[in-house]
């Protein structure tokens, strides 16, 4: 059976890591959430204000394990929950903007994927870090409904957020992500779009799950 990778790219809440993990499951794949990666050099960069960002990533150690989704060490801490948190979520499109950051992580992320059998989501999967992945999905939803996920997901968390900030954030992030000078968030050219809108995870699942059978034979 063929050896591949599958790039999910997409807005903020559109349900990327949510099928991925459950993809990545599904196949025995490797799940690689890249946006925790960025989120977990925010946390860094608040922490340490003064260091440039060409220290910072090379003094920096980030791990990620695989254990039911995927867990964020720094420096040997685990701050897979904390990563989530309004500041780090306030601060990310800055960080994820920085040139030194983008060749570090990329960079990173091209030796996860080189010997295939990774699901990977994030903004520039399927542009710019894995540009020859055999399956690319581009995930969308309509900012509301996005918003209303969001707002779940931060009340599971005990993150305190409105339905009316969440579709501001949102809209306000997805900019940053779609107009920042170095690898913007936009649709791979053979990358497939799926809006989840009114979709359930289920079903979205199966979807790519279809799709990937066919790269697989
Ligand atoms: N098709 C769907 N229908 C309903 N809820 C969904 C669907 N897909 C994902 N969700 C829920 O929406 C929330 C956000 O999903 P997820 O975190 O996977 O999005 P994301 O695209 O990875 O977001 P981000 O890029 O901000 O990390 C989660 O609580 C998830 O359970
Ligand atoms: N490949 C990526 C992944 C993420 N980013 C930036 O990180 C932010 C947080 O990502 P989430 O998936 O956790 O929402 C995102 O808004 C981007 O600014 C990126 O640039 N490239």
Known sequence: ?????????????????????????????????????????????????????????????????NDDGQRVLLN????????????????????????EVREFLVQLQQLMTRDKGVVMDGRDIGTTVIPDAELKIYMIAS???????RLLDNAARGIVSTYDQLVADI??????????????????????????TGLTIDKVTERILALAEEKLQ
């Open 171 to 196: 809209s306000e992030r997805d900019h940053l992500d779609m107009t920042r000078d170095i690898s913007p968030l936009s649709k791979a050219e053979d990358a497939i779009q799926i809006d989840t």
């Open 76 to 99: 040997g801490e685990d701050i897979t929950d904390r990563i989530r948190e309004n500041d780090i979520t306030e601060n990310v499109s800055f960080v994820a903007s920085q040139q």
């Open 1 to 65: 059976m063929n050896k591949i990778n599958i790039a999910i790219d997409g807005p903020a809440a559109a349900g990327k890591s949510t099928i991925a993990k459950r993809v990545a499951e599904a196949l025995r794949m490797v799940y690689v959430d890249t946006g925790a990666m960025y989120r977990a050099i925010t946390l860094a960069h608040l922490n340490n204000q003064e260091t440039s960002f060409k220290e910072l990533v090379g003094q920096l150690e980030l791990r990620l394990i």
């Open 143 to 149: 900012v509301e409904e996005r918003a209303n996920r």
